[in-house]
């Protein structure tokens, strides 16, 4: 920890905080422990839980397709001065999963190649039934040989963000039924 006492005796332990990178969606406590006798503002106060303490907690969210940097400046005022701190926070948006071209539909037995949409760093494949799978769930491609329904979902991951599942809506037919009589 350090600690910033200047002339006028304004005192400030890591100021605005350390500098950091974060997921889309995250909440991050900025600054440091309140100290008495001094009064706070940050700015910009934008999605801050409260403008006017000494660690307020920002709520960081990028919709984008790129990183986002944001940049916070704490001031800690006592009756005579006031010192200034910055904080930068990168803010890498949330990776979305998806499977573009399925088929409408599979049949039971038939060995399914599924694709996660490219550009990502990292890919996780959920299968109910892990032993219809064909290789490993941990590729871009998924290769499954289901006989009966099953729930398949994917995750992927850039830069330690991880998205929220997409469920792989698969249509499943069970054979038909020959009966041969001589």
């Known amino acids: 920890q350090s600690l910033t006492v200047d002339a006028t005796g304004v005192v400030m332990l890591n100021g605005a905080g350390a500098d950091?990178?974060?997921?889309?969606g995250t909440t991050y406590n900025l600054g440091s422990p309140f100290v008495a006798g001094q009064t706070y503002s940050w700015s910009p106060t934008a999605n801050l839980s409260a403008a006017s303490v000494s660690d307020p907690v920002v709520t960081l969210v990028n919709n984008g397709a790129t990183p986002d940097t944001l940049v916070y400046t704490v001031f800690a005022q006592n009756d005579l001065c006031t010192y200034s701190d910055v904080v930068t926070i990168i803010v890498n948006p949330s990776p979305q999963a998806s499977v573009p071209n399925l088929e409408p539909y599979y049949c039971a037995g038939e060995l399914i190649t599924l694709t996660g949409a490219p550009g990502y760093e990292g890919y996780?494949?959920?299968v109910s039934d892990p032993s219809i799978v064909v290789g490993s769930a941990k590729e871009p491609t998924l290769k499954i040989q289901p006989t009966q329904p099953v729930s398949v979902s994917l995750y992927v991951s850039n830069?330690?963000?991880?998205?929220?599942?997409?469920e792989v809506p698969l249509n499943i037919l069970t054979p038909p039924v020959v009966n041969v009589q001589g």
């Open 20 to 24: 950091v990178t974060v997921c889309s």
């Open 124 to 126: 996780i494949w959920q």
């Open 159 to 166: 830069a330690n963000c991880l998205s929220e599942p997409v």
